[in-house]
T-cell receptor
């Protein structure tokens, strides 16, 4: 089955730790995205990548880092510099990076800082 | 100025009736419009995309776009309890000298009354 997978589903982090969230897709999509969702809020774009080995900052990139070494994979690292990381993290992909392309979401990772 | 606005709800609709969800946007240059459904604790699921003025129908769902008035709506006919969810409106915007991007509204909570 084609789709987007994210792992883990739940993640707990101690303050000062870096954690990495996994996102994999087998849809052969070129573009991938990371969003953050807080309760009662819309999705906010963290980083996006339109092609392998290239990525761009979104609206709230501070305290996060990404890599895009393979077309299928776009991991997100939440660093200790991110002051309020507790949130629902969503990975998405689309056939191309243009804004008219439909984005499809993975199941999400819920991160909690202890 | 908020870029994509939705009434947060909750919008309560009797089972079998038509649910009408509205979204307004600020960028007159927007070209792509999307509706997502998000169940509590889950990731958004794409329901409809619309790019031209007028109506687009898909089963019980109809998206309506009016670019002159800068609004897009989603109608759900024969509402079912399983339609109870938060509906996110997403619109592309074109910031000056930057890539197009998709902006999500905060969503409208829909509750179908059995």
């Amino acid at each position: 089955d084609g789709g987007i997978t994210q792992s883990p589903k739940y993640l707990f982090r101690k303050e000062g730790q870096n954690v990495t969230l996994s996102c994999e897709q087998n849809l052969n999509h070129d573009a991938m995205y990371w969003y953050r969702q807080d309760p009662g809020q819309g999705l906010r774009l963290i980083y996006y990548s339109q092609i392998v080995n290239d990525f761009q900052k979104g609206d709230i990139a501070e305290g996060y880092s990404v890599s895009r070494e393979k077309k299928e994979s776009f991991p997100l690292t939440v660093t200790s510099a991110q002051k309020n990381p507790t949130a629902f993290y969503l990975c998405a992909s689309s056939t191309g990076g243009a804004a008219y392309n439909e984005q499809f979401f993975g199941p999400g990772t819920r991160l909690t800082v202890l | 100025q908020k870029e994509v606005e939705q009434n947060s709800g909750p919008l309560s609709v009797p089972e079998g009736a038509i649910a009408s969800l509205n979204c307004t946007y600020s960028d007159r240059g927007s070209q792509s419009f999307f509706w997502y459904r998000q169940y509590s604790g889950k990731s958004p699921e794409l329901i409809m995309s619309i790019y031209s003025n007028g109506d687009k129908e898909d089963g019980r769902f109809t998206a309506q776009l009016n670019k002159a008035s800068q609004y897009v709506s989603l109608l759900i006919r024969d509402s079912q309890p399983s339609d109870s969810a938060t509906y996110l409106c997403a619109v592309n915007i074109r910031p000056m000298n930057r890539d197009d991007k998709i902006i999500f509204g905060k969503g409208t909570r829909l509750h179908i009354l059995p």
